[in-house]
């Protein structure tokens, strides 16, 4: 719910010299009261709770709140929680916010639960005064508000998780303040984080944003997985997981890891071992990625002047570190905190600070000497020289370290809009190393053209495979289709030819095996030039030392030796079980012929006169075999 309000001016005479000590700057804050909770008010948003929350808050206390923002902007409030115990009027236990404008407005008193006021606020005015009271009561979590500028709609509360939004990818704004809020979070920014984590909890571990200034987040959400990994990074140690219907992504820019060209420091400790052999704990070892060994790098004193350095090689944008302890099981070596330091040739050297901070910023390191600690550097530096300096330590300085990072652009200075008033010169030559460079913009560089090379030889090499099986199928179709040839006794004959007038080429009858007849016109015919295909012959199978030319359905006589069939072939009659059936001969004593078919002729006068062909078949004699 969004609700305008308008008050006539009220005389606080804090405010007023909070607006005069303000003068141009943007956001000023003021604070006073016992029942002041957790406040974290950055450049453009903040976070404010009741004593003790999500605690009951305690009794008879007041607590007041002041802000201002840059002149032409107004104030989006968003209600996280509201849980102050309910009184007629809330006279005794409130929550009120009004402002300062040409006309009185306020908004409250409140008291109750959430179900009673608006989640979101819009006011009109560049000042807020938030004001929280608290008598005799029972219970009661207090409350929890953030706000930024409305140039932020988006604004949502630290204690929003994934599960609150159903779209597949959405963005919004994270207020400053969020870190040390209640609220659990799963995972880590490589694998994700379950669903159920507080979104800007888990942005801030994933280092897109900072605690201290928040800011906007893009998160997707993805099917979950089965187990969600601890990590500990910026100050925050999220919790192992199990299995989630969704799993968050946030995005994150400018997020791989540096190759480390080359590590110096201060000094290196150097001890024996158990057998007498001499250890050095050199800066070479300080690399998180390198394996081989178990030690990492140690100074050989114990005082803030140690510093492990870190040349990448040329100038990076520097997003991020990750550290981690000796790794030795004989000792438990870590650095607890740190601070950075960064120069672009090595000799000129700046203190990293925070955003809205004039101190040099003092990062959270390791708890033990085995976990990997990641933290992110928000804003971003360029530099090509990074120093570490540890503050504090367990037993030893010890640290292993790798950066994050990325290639920066130069970003070209507009001559209509110079710095100062001096105009630019012209260059004359590339800049050198000492030359001044204006501030870098991140560019994240994606190389798509090596994934559409990798598809290209892909496809190429399926379709090389693809043509090849084709072609062989053809070959192979092509030879099963040519010209086939069957097997008989004796030759080989084209199957166009029947296997039976293939073999009747090959039992072409002797000239003593032909008898040749005499037609009524009383020329003689030979037969052996007719074509032998008008005749059917049986097929010839010779069976051990007796043997028939032709095929019989006689019964042999015992004297032939008779002991099984001879005759193996499609005129077979099937085995009846006690001996096989044959055919008796006629009681005809003649002679049994095969008759060529002749075909009969129209001419009544030439159908009387016929060409008869007869084929003596004569049985194999004991002599012939």
Known sequence: MSLSLHLAPESHLLLVLLAILAGRKGLVQGQQGDGCGHTVIGLESGTLTSKNYPGTYPNHTFCKWELRVAPGKSIILRLGDLDIE???????????????????????????????????IQLTSNAMTVEFRSGT???????????????????ISCLDKGIHYSQQSFSKYCPAGCKNVTGDVWGNLQQGYRDTSVLCKAAIHAGAISDDLGGPISVILRRGITLYEAASANGILTKTGPLSEKRMQISKDCSGVL?????????????????????????DKANVSSKGHP???????????????????????????????????????YVKTYKISYSKDGKSWRIYKSKNSKEGKVFEGNTNDQQL????????????????????????????????GCKVLQRIRQFGNPRSSKPLPKPTGPPTESSTL?????????????????????VGFVVIISAAALLLCLYCKKRKTGPRKDCSFIEVCDKSVTKQNCQRGQLKPTESEIITYTSEEGSSRNFTENDMSEYAEPDIIQVGITAQ?????????????????????????????????????????????ATPFVEQSTDPEQSTKKNVCIVKVVPATPEAL
């Not at 500028?149 to 604004?155: A, E, I, K, Q, R």
Request: aromatic fraction near 12%.
């Open 259 to 283: 190759k480390n060209r080359h590590f110096s420091a201060s000094s290196s400790w150097t001890e024996k071992n158990d057998i007498g052999e001499l250890i050095v704990w050199s800066p």
């Open 86 to 120: 309910y009184t007629e009027d809330c006279s005794s236990n409130s929550l009120k916010i009004y402002t300062s404008s040409s006309a009185n407005s306020s908004y409250g008193p409140y008291c109750g639960n959430m179900n009673e006021v608006p989640s979101t």
């Open 295 to 333: 030690w990492a790098w140690a100074a050989s004193s114990d005082n803030e002047e140690e510093w492990l350095q870190i040349d990448v090689g040329e100038r990076r944008n520097i997003t991020g570190i990750v550290t981690k302890g000796s790794t030795n099981n004989g000792y438990n070596f």
């Open 549 to 593: 030319k032709t095929s019989s359905t006689f019964k042999p006589s015992v004297d032939d030796g008779y002991t099984i069939p001879l005759v193996v072939s499609h005129y077979d009659v099937p085995f009846s079980g006690k001996d096989h059936e044959y055919a008796e001969p006629l009681s005809n004593p003649e002679p049994e012929y």
């Open 438 to 458: 204006p501030d870098p913009v991140v560019v994240e560089k994606h190389t798509p053209g090596f994934n559409l090379m990798v598809i290209l030889i892909v």
């Open 137 to 155: 009561h029972i219970s009661g979590r207090g409350f929890l508000l953030s706000y930024t500028t409305t140039d932020h709609s988006d604004l």
């Open 373 to 404: 600690v990641r933290n992110n550097f928000i804003p971003s530096f360029v530099g090509r020289y990074i120093r570490i300096k540890p503050l504090t330590w367990s037993q030893r300085i010890a640290m292993k370290v790798e950066l994050i």
